[in-house]
């Protein structure tokens, strides 16, 4: 579960770099077929949108 949630947080964090980067993240997760999880809730009832 550990590894799951830091997972969750390197991706998270990954595309928080992408928006202010570059504002094409999401036609480059497209472009590489990549499948994000838009939200997703963990057992104390945070949201965490990716």
């Known amino acids: 579960m550990k590894k ?3 997972l969750l947080v390197f ?3 990954l595309q928080a770099t992408w ?3 570059d504002s ?3 036609l480059f ?3 590489h077929k990549f499948r994000y999880i838009s ?3 963990n057992d104390s009832g945070f ?3 990716l």
């Open 4 to 6: 799951l949630l830091l």
């Open 11 to 13: 991706f998270y964090g």
């Open 19 to 21: 928006a202010q980067t």
């Open 24 to 26: 094409s993240a999401f």
């Open 29 to 31: 997760a497209k472009r």
């Open 39 to 41: 939200e997703i809730k």
């Open 47 to 49: 949201i965490y949108k």
